[in-house]
Every structure is written in C-alpha cells, then in structure tokens.
C-alpha cells in the first residue's frame, strides 16, 4: 500500500523555466515532509522540509508548497538548470521529524541545455 | 570527509551464502538506519539504531540482522541469500533533534546470483 505517491515517473523541461514535481500522499497522520535528490550511484541528499503547520517553504530556488486538504505536496524549481536532473523523492513522517520516513517512487527530472 | 560511508560498493555472491554490509558515520549522530531500494525503486526503512539500541524494525526477514557495534558504526548482516534480496542497500544517520534530516551514504548495490 503506497502511501506516498508520486505518480510521475519522469519530467523533462527547458533550462531557465519552472520545474515542477508533484507528490500525493494518503495517511492524514503525516505531519512533516521532505524532498530528497539522488543522483545515479550516491545517496539521497535532503534538499527541503516543510512541516504541517506551514503551507509554503521556501529555499533559494526551491519552494515547497503543501495543501493538507488535498494531501499534496510539490516542488517548485525555478529556474531550472541542468544540475538540476536527478531523480527526486518525496518522503514523509508521522513523527513530527525525519525520524521513520515513507518515501515516494521519485520522479526522474531532465532539464535540456 | 565522506559523512556517511558503505563498504562494499558492489557486491555479487551466490544464493545460499552469507554477507554483511559496513555503514560508518562521522557526523556525530545517534541514530542510524539501513533502507533497502528494490527494483520497483522504492525505498524502504528496514531498521533504525540510537545509541546502539534497536528502535524501529520493519518486517524484514530474520536472516537480516543489523548489529550497533557503537554509536558510528551499523552493519547489516544477511544469512541463507535469496534472489529477492537483490536491491540497492542504503545507511543513513540523523541527529536526535526531530527536524534534523537523514544523510545518507552512497549505497551497496547487492546482486544475488
């Protein structure tokens, strides 16, 4: 049973425009949320956090916007670069922290020169 | 300084036997974790340690065994190696506070032939 979900496998878009990465999830206990970024053969590196009480953090040309109702979350990039392709996770947490993580499949980003 | 590091890289062994995996963080932090990434690409928590305790244990077969041998090491043994068992194994670390994240290590891509 998924309980992060990230129904994108894939997203492709242009150097300098708005990447925008989209995660569902289904358990209303969840309460903090994360985006991790992996690039082929490393780990996951933490890229930003929001947690339940907010709706929106943002991060340089990261933003995370969360709509608890929906129980959506996205990642804004903007603008985006080619640095930016990585395969994306979404994660979350019912522990008010990153202590036990629920991970999403991760949506693959290619941004084109 | 690599903060969170895995050896082996790469490991291909026969069904049957046994292997362990090596995690070593030198970051400071109490907590450490193995998820596995199976070819679905989820990734998944298996175990967690603080301080050498074990506090989350997922259903994972008991021929996995994580042992703590102190507060920056966690490796995971695995006995009688199936096929399924095949995955990308990652360790993580995190600090007690409860919105620090997890940093992982680079990964042990495990193929049981």
């Known amino acids: 049973d998924q309980q992060v979900k990230q129904n994108s496998p894939s997203l492709s878009v242009q150097e300098g425009r708005i990447s925008i990465l989209n995660c569902d999830y289904t358990n209303s206990m969840f309460d903090y949320f994360l985006w991790y970024k992996k690039y082929p053969a490393e780990g996951p590196t933490f890229l930003i956090s929001?947690?339940?009480?907010?709706d929106k953090n943002e991060d340089g040309r990261f933003t995370v916007f969360l709509n608890k109702s929906a129980k959506h979350l996205s990642l804004h990039i903007v603008p985006s670069q080619p640095g930016d392709s990585a395969v994306y996770f979404c994660a979350a947490s019912a522990t008010g922290g990153s202590e036990k993580l629920v991970f999403g499949k991760g949506t693959k980003l290619t941004v084109n020169p | 300084d690599t903060a969170v590091s895995q050896t082996p890289k790469y490991l291909v062994t026969q069904m049957g036997n046994d292997k362990s995996i090596k995690c070593e963080q030198n970051?400071?932090?109490?907590?450490m974790y193995w998820y596995k990434q199976d070819s679905k690409k989820f990734l998944k928590i298996m175990f967690s340690y603080n301080n050498k305790e074990l506090i989350i244990n997922e259903t994972v077969p008991n021929r996995f065994s994580p042992k703590s041998p102190d507060k920056a090491h966690l490796n995971l043994h695995i006995n009688s190696l199936e096929l399924g068992d095949s995955a990308v194994y990652f360790c993580?670390?995190?600090?007690?506070?409860?919105?620090?994240?997890?940093?992982f290590g680079p990964g042990t891509r495990l193929t049981v032939l």
């Open positions: 970051l400071g932090h109490d907590t």
């Open positions: 993580a670390s995190r600090r007690e506070a409860s919105e620090d994240t997890q940093y």
């Open positions: 929001i947690s339940s009480i907010k």
